[in-house]
């Protein structure tokens, strides 16, 4: 076949599709028996799109090898679509390992903010950092996220919570974008908590009026591009009354919303969040039953983030509840200086165990509905023609292997790769041929 082509990954034991028919989102019934082909190789163009995917042999014959930059023999091996980490809080400075002791002693996450730590105690040294400090922590944490498999990745504001800082943690985020062979949605979350010195009603009316006016002329100038815009729900933050001001005002200029709700206390935000037209709402450990039937309705994602409610010791959310009423269920490992975990394996493993997801629901949560909660699963996700390539190849015959080795991945994972690039590279895997 005429023209060249970035990569060739052949003879897979197993290439997870994920989705067989082009699917937005898997429901229950639609995880429960997720695409696999066997004995199949795939084709990504220069374009770092998929231009073929097929049994390895119709592949053979339609692709001259001449024409591949890079061919990676992955018999014996396991492809799958790049996991899609759809709710972190990746850009911030001060390390918060002390605050793990008080919580291991018994303090709740609410008693430590109200003591001036949990988000304060990180607002006052992102404050003070350069840009270039939080871009290089960043950097390295997007970094080990793609080591363990992670391929696009939602990434938050919100320690700043005034005008500069957040600004300062776009820029970062921005920067990133550019420069970095990774996918990133980046959300504005300058109402992740009531600033010192301010009410409620005081930040919400500088977001409204200052921080919001703003971030839309620096998208028009191209300088910045905000996905969406996320509010911290919850009693003693943000009412439902400031939560609705608000994302009414990020979703008029063009913002997903896409918000923290009912995580501490039931607040109806699950309501809230289907009424607005909301892409996805985070955490709902409190979720009340009502506020699942309107989500599954509105086809509003419910991001999970097991490792808040391991590590906070929280009741887990009501995932099979929500399978069974047909929400569409994505996963998130919330990484943030409270929860601080980068391996979306793990974040599967604690779904299935602690949440009671089944192994096909966790990773059509961690790729097709996480790409959905993020407005994405048009290119990633999945892998069929046309997608982004975006792919991981695991050192095991049976794909579960990802999520049945808890803490496994650096051993179990040889590629990571975007668009069509190796990005990670296992050392044992040593140099492979290019042509």
């Excluded at 974008?177 to 009410?199: E, F, L, R």
């Excluded at 008029?252 to 039931?266: A, C, K, R, S, V």
Aim: charged letters at 25%; hydrophobic letters at 40%; aromatic letters at 6%.
């Amino acid at each position: 076949m005429a023209g060249r082509h970035r990569l060739l990954l052949e003879n897979a034991q197993q290439l997870v599709l994920v989705c067989g028919r082009g699917e937005e989102f898997l429901l229950r019934d639609g995880a429960a028996s997720l695409a696999v082909l066997r004995g199949a190789s795939l084709v990504v163009g220069l374009d770092g799109c998929i231009k073929a995917v097929g049994q390895a042999d119709v592949i053979r014959d339609q692709f001259s090898e001449a024409t591949f930059e890079r061919i990676i023999d992955c018999s014996g091996k396991c492809v799958l679509p790049g996991l899609v980490d759809a709710h972190t809080h990746p850009v911030w400075a001060g390390d918060r390992v002390h605050e793990f002791a008080m919580k291991l002693a018994g303090a709740s996450y609410m008693e430590i903010h109200q003591a001036g730590g949990g988000i304060h105690f990180t607002v006052e040294h992102t404050r003070k950092a350069t840009e270039e400090e939080l871009f290089n922590t960043f950097k390295h944490r997007l970094e080990r996220m793609r080591r363990a498999g992670s391929t696009l990745v939602e990434c938050k504001s919100g320690y700043g919570l005034n005008l500069e800082t957040e600004l300062k943690m776009l820029r970062v985020i921005e920067r990133a974008k550019q420069s970095m062979d990774i996918g990133i949605s980046s959300t504005y979350c300058g109402a992740h908590s009531v600033p010192k010195g301010k009410t409620a009603r005081e930040a919400t009316d500088d977001i409204i009026n200052n921080h919001l006016p703003k971030l839309k002329e620096l998208k028009l100038s191209g300088e910045i591009h905000v996905n969406n815009i996320d509010v911290f729900c919850e009693k003693g933050v943000f009412d439902l009354d400031s939560t609705r001001r608000i994302l009414q005002a990020g979703k008029d200029i063009g913002l997903q919303i896409n918000f923290h709700g009912d995580e501490l206390h039931p607040m109806k935000s699950a309501e809230l969040g289907a009424e607005l037209g909301a892409r996805a709402i985070s955490h709902l450990e409190e979720v009340s039953d009502e506020g699942i039937t309107a989500m599954a309705r509105a086809k509003c994602a419910a991001v999970l983030l097991p490792t808040t409610a391991y590590m906070l010791r929280l009741k887990q959310p009501p995932a099979r509840k929500m399978l069974e009423e047909g929400v569409i269920v994505a996963l998130g490992s919330d990484f943030n200086p409270n929860a601080y975990c980068f391996s979306m394996p793990m974040v599967m493993h604690l779904a299935c165990v602690n949440m009671k997801m089944s192994m096909n629901e966790a990773l059509a949560a961690a790729t097709i509905n996480a790409a959905y909660a993020l407005g994405k699963s048009d290119t990633h996700g999945s892998i069929q023609t046309g997608k982004q390539g975006d792919l991981v190849v695991i050192n095991s015959s049976r794909w579960e292997h990802l999520i049945y080795q808890f803490g496994g991945h650096e051993a179990l994972i040889d590629y990571v790769i975007v668009k069509g690039k190796v990005v990670y590279q296992n050392e044992r895997c040593g140099t492979m041929s290019s042509y």
